[in-house]
């Protein structure tokens, strides 16, 4: 298959990276795997080449749940679609984590990175958070706060998307996983029966959150937030919900 000739760590397809999803096509496993769900008879050496023209007759049918769907994006997803025939190999491909708690540590370090001291959310006047980074004012620093939702389940990301309110903070994210991000896609162009690719930057973008993936330790921002500017006495009484928070 031709894939983009484009930065392989910057591409996406189904939010997978594009370096991840070339090394996919080169994996006997996976090509088994996508074979299998798709329902295709070949002979191993040849199923690419099968499961090429398989997406080719998708994207060009009308009325296909993937016409028009670049080719990359039905071949990513449709590798998270195999799932079934190899649970494994595909959670370790779209960086599937069993634990929403298993997101916190490297979104923490994201975190300290840019200066701000993480903490725990779920306090009032953070929105939806249950992450934060908090940088009081001093010397040359101007005071800063930040929300992240961390989510590890493609309900819940439906969830936060239909939710339009904006914290009380700076800046506000959302961070999940490939494999949620791609679950997402899958749930909603089942309900819409059509693929649509950007659904998830659309349903992000009226509360102006920004969008965090996360890939084992390392977190690559995919959508910038709407920065805000926090009414002075808000962000005071945030202060003092952040310290009794830290004290429960």
Known sequence: MDLPRTDPDRTRFSYLRLRRLKEAINDPRVLDALA?????????????????????????????????VDAPEILAASILKSRPQAPDLIDEIFRAVPLLQDLSKPLSEWLHLAGLTPQG?????????????????????????????????????????????????????????????????????TRLNRWDGDALRRGLEPSGRGFLIVEGDAISGVIRPRERKPEKALLQQLTVDLQAGRKA
């Open 36 to 68: 299998r769900e798709m329902d295709i008879q070949a002979a191993a050496g040849q199923q690419l080449k099968a499961i090429e023209g398989r997406i080719e007759e998708l994207r060009s049918a009308p009325g296909s749940f993937w016409h028009g």
């Open 121 to 189: 959310g779920g306090v009032p006047r953070t929105g939806r958070a249950n992450l934060i980074g908090v940088r009081g004012g001093r010397f040359l620093a101007s005071p800063r706060v930040v929300g992240i939702e961390a989510i590890n389940d493609s309900a819940e990301l439906e969830v936060t998307l239909g939710d339009k309110s904006i914290d009380n903070t700076h800046a506000a994210f959302v961070a999940c996983t490939p494999a949620v991000a791609a679950s997402f896609l899958w749930f909603n162009a």
